[in-house]
């Protein structure tokens, strides 16, 4: 036998110590790499990333999330509100130094914000699909010759500046691009600063809109600038000064009696003046957003259609708010007839017809409409008012609540758009609304093309034409001559409802329509 050596188990161990010794170098060495190679990766890979400022970025996007978070939050606020007093309302809308600081959002929806310092704020809108408006607070001065608006700050201000047209039909480039630009900005109060010094010093804020466009017909006169201008400037309660740009005396003069209840002070004509306006707080632009009406559910500052009509009556000293029960009496229908394009051929024959039905018919062509004192008295004291599509279905505006507006659609395929124009705003008023579109033997086309024409077979591609071949074609050269057995329907419908509805307030039943094709 083999005879064992002293120390051999002891030499075994380290035999086997000694052939575990470089395994667990090994391990070490790998744990060593697992731990280093992060570290390498951020040195060598994101340390040339360091001049983006992620942190920054981060910022930013909370930002914005907060902006859109508070509108959205502001808009359920509003449509969740009970009616309540102007003044508590006030806050929902238009931004103010206040809201813009405790909200840290603008309830105009907008994305631009300055806040220069604690006491000058500048925020504009430009995302709506209708108008741009900016409002400025602090120390704002308005130089009439150049038309600047600038917010002076104490330290240097943002480099940020708007150009606005302060006329609320931003879709139609042909015609904006002849209202006058505003030009939008802050300067440093410093002595070399931009911001020219103050020659006349306002202690009321300002609200600048401009009087072209399309001021001179009666329907974007109401729809563009007086319902806008109500909406921008009526939480001032007639504490502000308008300062006009493209002016027009004409229109001035036209409806002076509700801007004088608008605004307490002389306006300033920003087209014949030299100065350098300053005021507290500038509104340029004015917020339109909806069609011949106020969207109720983004109410600009609480205002509504229903004040609004209260603003015309008490301005122009309208009698009847509501229409009364016409008991054993008549009820007042008003006949307004057009003259040349989409002229009523046979009116003669429908105002007798209505006279038999039990109508007491008060009968009014274009130059009754002309003088707003006189027509809107006459239009106040009607239960219901008949025409032809067209600008003078604005007159709607002085009937009382209740009243029934009756719109007689031309041919071409336009439900959708005299709808659009009158029929939704009628109800937005609080009157009921009827309509009758016409056939085409009821048009005078009739006499003009041939039966398989375009305008007969398929009107739309007529609209495809473009706007100007549209109304040549179906309101410019059409006139009308309704069957008179089936505008009856209509009438008997009208009549009906004055006669057995109560007068109806603007939340009530009133939102629909009457149609008869």
Known sequence: MMEKKPGSKMSHLRAISSLAEPRRLCFAAMLTCCLLLPSIYLIIFLK????????????????????????????????????VEEEEEAHLSLPTKANLTQKGGSPLGGKSLVKDTPE??????????????????????????????????????SNVSWKIRPYPRKWE????????????????????????????THTTPAVVFSTGGF???????????????????????????????????????????????????????????????????VRAGLINNKELGIDQANPPRGATMQGFRDLLRSSLSLKRKNVARTGKNKPRLLVQLRKGSRELLNSREVIKMARKMGFRVVVAGPEETKNITSYSAIVNS????????GAGLTNMVFLPDGAAMVQIVPWGSLMWACRFSYGDPAIG????????????????????????????????????????????????????????????????????????????????????FFSVA
């Open 382 to 389: 009607v239960d219901a008012l008949l025409g032809v599509h």
């Open 429 to 512: 008023m609080g009157l009921r609304y009827f309509e009758y579109e016409i056939k085409k033997e009821e048009s005078s086309l009739i006499e003009q093309y041939p039966r398989d024409h375009l305008v007969f077979t398929n009107p739309l591609e007529i609209h495809k034409q473009g706007w100007n071949m549209l109304w040549y074609v179906f309101l410019e050269k059409q006139k009308l001559r309704v069957d008179l057995q089936r505008f009856n329907e209509t009438l008997i419908e009208v009549l009906r409802y004055l006669k057995q509805e109560k007068a109806m307030p603007a939340s009530s039943k009133n939102a629909s």
């Open 48 to 83: 040339p990333l360091c001049f983006l400022k992620f942190e920054q970025s981060v910022s930013f996007t909370v930002q914005v999330q907060k902006v859109q978070n508070t509108s959205a939050e502001t808009a359920m606020e509003t449509r969740s509100l009970p009616l």
């Open 173 to 200: 480039p042909p015609l904006m691009i002849r209202i006058k630009e505003l030009s939008v900005s802050s300067s440093a109060s410093t002595p070399d600063g931009a911001a020219p010094p103050c020659t006349v």
């Open 215 to 281: 001021s001179g017909n009666f329907f974007h006169d109401t729809s563009d600038i007086l319902i806008p201008l109500f909406a921008t400037s009526h939480d001032f309660y007639g504490e502000v000064r308008f300062l006009v740009a493209d002016f027009s005396s004409r229109f001035v003069a036209k409806y002076k009696p509700l801007l004088s209840r608008l605004s307490r002070h002389e306006l300033i004509n920003l087209d014949d003046n030299d100065d350098v306006h300053c005021f507290p707080e």
């Open 120 to 157: 000058t704020s500048v925020f504009c809108d430009t995302s709506q699909e209708r108008y741009d408006a900016c409002v400025l607070t602090g120390d704002i001065r308005v130089v009439s010759n150049s038309s600047r608006i600038i917010a002076v700050a104490a330290s240097q201000p």
